[in-house]
């Protein structure tokens, strides 16, 4: 295979996140830790440059490295919101790292490296980039979950999720090879055109691929975190760091979405009839489980990890469609899911103080009286998640639902709406404990010093309303980018 | 042709309640002058509606329309017909009342409160004026959050509970509502209303359509048996709470039934007309007696705004029955009108009920009907004005609550003596809770040393009651532009009737 000098330039973007993270690498390592604002204002920097790189990309070449790394339309958008989401991880995230101590570049250099094994794995075009761009991406995170290293919260979740991850990505691999056996190929344009049950496809390795295919589908449930692979999600949003748990909440969960459509449909579309009952069995469960279960749950973290198990269950109704309008559904909602989410953590770091998590839904209580308007946000956040109209979160469920009865699979679109009134029960409980309840501590909200965060906030919590009003150039970025009017 | 009308009344109290939202919670006095002065702009705002309405034509108009959400063929499509406009005309008109009547009974956290009230005034506008269905649901839910915030900050105790169940309510019936337009949108390609309208549906698809909208309707209206959520509600919101949602979101299911169920779903409507009618006499006479039992005066006429707005749906179904299978044009449009006025008439006098409770409320702090007694002793004006408005609830003539009742159950006789028979039962039933709730609280010796200290209406309250029994008098007396304003409209509609559109 020929090397081609112009696949560098495809790569810029990359590139240059990867050239800036070396660079910030090694300039930390010389900085005093009361220095660690430059680190923090240069990775802003570089993750802003290469949102700008992406946008600016005019490069028509469709593959680069031998069809390894695809570029087109929906990596760009999918990497400008993953990149968008990290910028926004670092606005949120310094001033609760520096109240714990826990301010240091570890934090920024590990986010950095998940968010290029992120953009990686969004691009993927053969088997080899996603497990590549996977490891990046979940190996970083792994350490960004136990860099509160003094937490036995912490530590414990760490290690549950390496365990868990680790496995997942094991059943992913073995489901690799078997692809690779059935197919002989390691790229996913190839395994398209092999693997299909149709005669002149691989006819004679059907078993072999239908095991592939369900490994595949395991290893993704567990990185989507979709019930029954959802037990680390729970603990891991509890243990992590709440700054983290924001960096896993939403960067993760629009990098999943990518990694779902470059196997299933990039890899697999010939199986279609085959992983959309299976995606469909999956999203049933969580949307049960993830709502049910969350009734329960008096710790806000928790309620959120509960609340994304049956969130990304919507997401699933979306890519069980099979057609690029399912496809943009999806991808839509996800990354709706993570502005939404990165408010709803954001509400929790706000409130955070050093000593003081913020992280138990009575801690909440009295918001409005304290301060109105965060606690305006966080309404915001909570009926965005529930699908109330005119929000953000409605619109993305109205095209995952749309996506479900399109595809003829009616009940589950009945399920999942079902589950959502369960669902508005306990979203409403977080805005009854703010608006309704006398607060323990009647006392002004002291709010952090960080202006940057408190603004980024602000503008983040008022796009769920301004977007829920004017989501029509998102989706038809979204359409775009799968080719649709 | 874009008229940006519509959109200035539905956006200006909004926005203004933004506005509000904004002075703060310590300048309670700027709020109110600001709030009163954007809910009177909306009420001259909506003035040109009326007078500007070529009521002869009974079609749409002030029609605006602009792409919303090009990608998937959503419109900002905007405009009214002689029953939106009579509806919107109501709410501006009782949204200034209610903030005028909430001047002295609110101190805590004015501007959030009279906040929710604008934008909750614009949300309604937006959904009798919406013409794009997307555009509707979006109104429709959207409704929901500052009636939660309104019944949950500001309500009675047990109002937590009242403003999850109100929520939840809601949200559950209307969300199957959202898979029947998805379902639609499949096959139309197309939000518009008028579009949905046109497409030929199967039966079994029209049974199955009618079904998710009853369930997003009746849960409005709110028909027996899914009312339940409603004397809750109504007990725990605050005065101004009690008067929107009895005066103008129980509006909003009836209002559904004539622009979803009606036009889309025609023949299921047909076939299953009888279940709503048997819903709707159960809710006249069952929710009648419950209402006699009550000791509560706030839970009373909550059933009773049950029982009567099972005259609205009566009345659709009825005319729709007449239509389908006697041809009788002229009876069908009887009910239907009769439902319409019945519509606008009980927003008038349920929401003058609940007024006149929130007044005596703010100065006894209690809803008991047993802690009153010889009211009319200490605030006679009071006294007057509340038997006027019982006098419209029993439905006496020359009130508003006769025109409305006595058409739908003239219609009804033609279609059936026994219905009708059973609907003007509870004439009596209306009767006989109303008066004795005005025996027990007005008239009598005065029961207690509270009663005895009570001091008569001032004169805020004097205005908003006096508003309310003007257009009641009114309306009973000379409903001719009332009935004029939606006479095509409602004929149109009745013609609409005609068309199957099973395939």
Same mark, same amino acid.
């Given at each position: 295979?020929?090397?081609?000098?112009?696949?560098?330039?495809?790569?810029?973007?990359?590139n240059?996140?990867?050239? *800036?993270?070396c660079?910030?690498?090694?300039?930390?390592l010389?900085?005093?830790p009361?220095?660690?604002?430059?680190?923090?204002?240069?990775?802003?920097?570089?993750?802003?440059?290469?949102i700008?790189l992406?946008?600016?990309?005019?490069?028509?070449?469709?593959?680069a490295?031998?069809?390894?790394?695809?570029?087109?339309?929906?990596?760009?958008?999918?990497?400008v919101?993953?990149?968008?989401?990290?910028?926004?991880?670092f606005?949120?995230?310094?001033?609760?790292?520096?109240?714990?101590?826990?301010h240091v570049?570890?934090f920024? #250099?590990?986010?950095?490296?998940?968010?290029?094994?992120?953009?990686?794995?969004?691009a993927?075009?053969?088997?080899?980039?996603?497990?590549?761009?996977l490891?990046?991406?979940?190996?970083?995170?792994y350490?960004?979950?136990?860099?509160?290293?003094?937490?036995?919260?912490?530590?414990?979740?760490?290690?549950?999720?390496?365990?868990?991850?680790?496995?997942?990505?094991?059943m #992913?691999?073995?489901?690799m090879s078997?692809i690779?056996?059935?197919?002989?190929?390691?790229?996913?344009?190839?395994?398209?055109?092999?693997?299909?049950?149709?005669?002149?496809?691989?006819?004679?390795?059907?078993?072999?691929l239908?095991?592939g295919?369900?490994?595949?589908?395991?290893?993704?449930?567990?990185?989507?975190?979709v019930?029954p692979?959802?037990?680390?999600?729970?603990?891991?949003?509890?243990?992590?760091?709440?700054?983290?748990?924001?960096?896993?909440g939403?960067?993760?969960?629009?990098?999943?979405?990518?990694?779902?459509?470059?196997?299933?449909?990039?890899?697999?579309?010939?199986?279609?009839?085959?992983?959309?009952?299976?995606?469909?069995?999956?999203?049933?469960?969580?949307?049960?489980?993830?709502?049910?279960? *969350?009734?329960?749950?008096?710790?806000?973290?928790?309620?959120?990890?509960?609340?994304?198990?049956?969130?990304m269950?919507f997401?699933?109704?979306?890519?069980l469609?099979?057609?690029?309008?399912?496809?943009?559904a999806?991808?839509?909602?996800?990354?709706?899911?993570?502005?939404?989410?990165?408010?709803?953590?954001?509400?929790?770091?706000?409130l955070?103080?050093?000593?003081?998590?913020?992280?138990?839904?009575e801690?909440?209580k009295?918001?409005?009286?304290?301060?109105?308007w965060y606690a305006f946000?966080?309404?915001?956040?909570?009926?965005?998640?529930?699908?109330?109209?005119?929000?953000?979160?409605?619109?993305a469920?109205?095209?995952?639902?749309?996506?479900?009865?399109? *595809?003829g699979?009616?009940?589950?679109?009945?399920?999942?709406?079902?589950?959502?009134?369960?669902?508005?029960?306990?979203?409403?409980?977080v805005v009854?404990?703010?608006y309704?309840?006398?607060?323990?501590d009647?006392?002004?909200?002291?709010?952090?010093?960080?202006?940057?965060?408190?603004?980024?906030?602000?503008?983040?919590g008022?796009?769920?309303?301004?977007l829920?009003l004017?989501?029509?150039?998102?989706?038809?970025?979204c359409?775009?980018?799968?080719g649709?009017? | 042709m874009?008229s940006?009308?519509?959109?200035?009344?539905?956006?200006?109290?909004?926005?203004g309640?933004?506005?509000v939202?904004?002075v703060?919670?310590?300048?309670?006095?700027?709020a109110?002058?600001?709030?009163?002065?954007?809910?009177?702009?909306?009420?001259i705002?909506?003035?040109?509606?009326?007078?500007?309405?070529?009521?002869?034509?009974?079609?749409?108009?002030?029609?605006?329309?602009?792409?919303?959400?090009?990608?998937?063929?959503?419109?900002?499509?905007l405009?009214v017909?002689?029953?939106?406009?009579?509806?919107?005309?109501l709410?501006?008109?009782?949204?200034?009342?209610?903030?005028?009547g909430?001047?002295?009974?609110?101190? =805590?956290?004015?501007?959030?409160?009279?906040a929710?009230?604008?934008?909750? =005034?614009g949300?309604?506008?937006?959904v009798?004026?919406?013409?794009?269905?997307?555009?509707f649901?979006v109104?429709? =839910?959207?409704?929901?959050?500052?009636?939660?915030?309104i019944i949950?900050?500001?309500?009675? $105790?047990r109002?937590?509970?009242?403003?999850?169940?109100?929520?939840?309510?809601?949200?559950?019936?209307?969300?199957?509502?959202?898979?029947?337009?998805?379902?639609?949108?499949?096959?139309?390609?197309?939000?518009?209303?008028?579009?949905?309208?046109?497409?030929?549906?199967?039966?079994?698809?029209?049974?199955?359509?009618?079904?998710?909208?009853?369930?997003?309707?009746?849960?409005?209206? $709110?028909?027996?048996?899914?009312?339940?959520?409603? $004397?809750?509600?109504?007990?725990?919101?605050p005065?101004?709470?009690?008067?929107?949602?009895?005066?103008?979101?129980?509006?909003?299911?009836?209002?559904?039934?004539?622009?979803?169920?009606?036009?889309?779903t025609?023949?299921?409507?047909?076939?299953y007309?009888?279940?709503?009618?048997?819903?709707?006499?159960?809710a006249?006479?069952?929710i009648g007696?419950?209402?006699?039992?009550?000791?509560?005066?706030?839970?009373?006429?909550?059933?009773?705004s049950?029982?009567?707005?099972?005259?609205?749906?009566l009345?659709?179904?009825?005319?729709l029955?007449?239509?389908?299978?006697?041809?009788?044009?002229?009876?069908?449009?009887l009910?239907?009108?009769?439902?319409?006025?019945?519509?606008?008439s009980?927003?008038f006098?349920?929401?003058?009920?609940?007024?006149?409770?929130?007044?005596?409320y703010d100065r006894?702090?209690t809803?008991?009907?047993?802690?009153?007694?010889?009211?009319?002793?200490?605030?006679?004006?009071?006294?007057?004005?509340?038997?006027?408005?019982?006098?419209?609830?029993?439905?006496l003539p020359g009130?508003s609550?006769?025109?409305? =009742?006595?058409?739908?159950?003239l219609a009804?006789?033609?279609?059936?003596?026994?219905?009708?028979?059973?609907?003007?039962?509870?004439l009596?039933?209306?009767a006989?809770?109303?008066?004795?709730?005005v025996?027990r609280?007005?008239?009598?010796?005065?029961?207690?040393?509270?009663v005895?200290?009570?001091k008569d209406?001032?004169?805020?309250e004097?205005?908003?009651?006096?508003?309310?029994?003007?257009?009641?008098?009114?309306?009973?007396?000379?409903?001719?532009?009332?009935?004029?304003?939606?006479d095509?409209?409602?004929?149109?509609?009745?013609?609409?009737?005609?068309v199957?559109?099973?395939?």
């Open positions: 295979m020929p090397f081609n000098i112009h696949d560098i330039a495809v790569l810029l973007p990359e240059f996140l990867l050239g *800036a993270t660079a910030i690498l090694l300039i930390d010389f900085l005093k009361s220095q660690r604002a430059v680190t923090h204002w240069l990775s802003l920097a570089s993750v802003v440059v290469t700008v992406i946008l600016l990309d005019t490069d028509a070449a469709p593959t490295f031998n069809g390894m790394f695809i570029h087109d339309g929906i990596a760009a958008v999918l990497k919101f993953i990149l968008a989401t990290t910028a926004t991880v606005v949120y995230a310094r001033g609760y790292l520096q109240d714990r101590g826990l570049g570890e920024y #250099l590990l986010t950095l490296f998940a968010t290029l094994g992120a953009m990686l794995l969004v993927a075009g053969s088997l080899v980039t996603v497990y590549l761009g490891e990046l991406l979940t190996l970083s995170t350490a960004l979950v136990a860099i509160n290293r003094d937490s036995a919260l912490s530590s414990e979740a760490a290690m549950k999720y390496f365990v868990l991850g680790a496995l997942a990505s094991g #992913l691999l073995y489901g078997m690779y056996g059935a197919t002989g190929t390691l790229d996913l344009k190839q395994i398209q055109a092999a693997a299909t049950f149709a005669s002149g496809g691989a006819e004679n390795h059907q078993a072999l239908a095991f295919l369900v490994f595949l589908v395991v290893g993704i449930g567990f990185k989507f975190g019930a692979f959802h037990m680390w999600i729970p603990d891991v949003y509890q243990g992590a760091p709440t700054a983290v748990t924001l960096f896993i939403s960067t993760l969960k629009i990098a999943a979405f990518g990694m779902a459509y470059r196997l299933l449909e990039g890899g697999l579309a010939g199986m279609l009839s085959h992983w959309r009952e299976m995606l469909a069995v999956l999203a049933v469960a969580s949307l049960a489980i993830g709502n049910i279960v *969350a009734i329960a749950q008096t710790n806000l973290k928790r309620l959120l990890a509960y609340s994304t198990i049956a969130q269950g997401l699933l109704m979306g890519l469609n099979g057609t690029p309008s399912g496809y943009a999806a991808m839509f909602y996800a990354i709706a899911y993570a502005i939404t989410a990165t408010v709803a953590f954001g509400g929790i770091l706000l955070a103080r050093s000593g003081f998590e913020a992280e138990e839904i801690d909440f009295g918001l409005n009286r304290r301060n109105p946000i966080m309404l915001l956040a909570m009926a965005s998640l529930a699908g109330v109209p005119p929000l953000f979160g409605f619109f469920k109205l095209l995952v639902l749309k996506a479900a009865i399109d *595809a699979m009616l009940w589950v679109a009945i399920v999942a709406i079902i589950s959502s009134i369960i669902g508005a029960f306990y979203y409403l409980r009854k404990v703010m309704f309840d006398a607060p323990n009647t006392s002004e909200l002291m709010l952090p010093k960080d202006l940057p965060f408190r603004w980024l906030l602000s503008v983040n008022a796009a769920l309303l301004v829920g004017f989501w029509g150039p998102l989706i038809a970025w359409y775009r980018a799968f649709l009017s | 874009n940006w009308l519509l959109s200035l009344v539905i956006w200006l109290p909004i926005v309640g933004a506005i939202s904004l703060g919670n310590a300048r309670a006095d700027t109110r002058w600001l709030s009163l002065a954007i809910a009177i702009a909306t009420l705002a909506s003035v040109p509606l009326l007078t500007g309405y070529d009521a002869s034509a009974g079609t749409m108009q002030f029609l605006e329309s602009h792409v919303w959400i090009g990608a998937i063929a959503a419109n900002y499509h405009g017909d002689g029953i939106s406009i009579a509806l919107i005309a709410t501006t008109f009782t949204t200034v009342l209610v903030i005028i909430a001047w002295d009974s609110v101190h =805590e956290r004015v501007n959030q409160y009279l929710a009230f604008l934008i909750l =005034e949300l309604m506008i937006g009798f004026a919406a013409l794009d269905a997307l555009l649901y109104f429709f =839910e959207g409704m929901l959050i500052p009636m939660f915030i949950g900050i500001w309500g009675g $105790p109002r937590v509970y009242a403003t999850l169940k109100f929520f939840l309510y809601t949200f559950f019936g209307s969300i199957f509502m959202l898979i029947a337009l998805i379902y639609l949108f499949m096959h139309t390609h197309s939000w518009e209303l008028a579009d949905m309208a046109k497409l030929p549906l199967s039966a079994t698809v029209q049974a199955w359509l009618f079904f998710a909208f009853l369930a997003g309707f009746a849960i409005k209206v $709110p028909m027996w048996p899914v009312h339940t959520w409603l $004397p809750d509600a109504h007990v725990e919101a005065t101004g709470g009690s008067v929107i949602l009895a005066a103008i979101m129980l509006k909003i299911g009836g209002y559904g039934f004539i622009r979803f169920s009606l036009p889309i025609p023949d299921a409507s047909q076939e007309a009888w279940v709503v009618v048997a819903m709707s006499l159960i006249v006479i069952y007696f419950v209402a006699l039992v009550q000791e509560d005066m706030k839970k009373l006429i909550a059933y009773s049950v029982s009567h707005m099972g005259f609205v749906t009345g659709v179904f009825i005319s029955a007449l239509v389908r299978n006697g041809g009788n044009n002229e009876a069908a449009y009910g239907m009108s009769g439902a319409m006025v019945q519509m606008i009980h927003g006098i349920s929401g003058a009920m609940f007024a006149s409770v929130g007044v005596i006894m702090h809803r008991m009907i047993r802690d009153y007694g010889g009211v009319a002793n200490t605030m006679p004006w009071f006294a007057a004005l509340w038997v006027l408005f019982s006098m419209a609830n029993c439905g009130t609550g006769f025109v409305g =009742e006595f058409m739908v159950i009804s006789f033609q279609m059936n003596p026994w219905v009708s028979a059973a609907a003007a039962f509870t009596i039933l209306g006989a809770y109303t008066l004795w709730l025996k609280v007005i008239f009598g010796a005065v029961a207690n040393d509270h005895a200290h009570l209406i001032n004169s805020r004097a205005l908003m009651l006096g508003a309310f029994a003007a257009a009641v008098l009114l309306f009973g007396i000379w409903p001719a532009p009332l009935t004029h304003l939606m095509a409209s409602i004929r149109h509609i009745v013609d609409q009737l005609l199957v559109k099973a395939v």
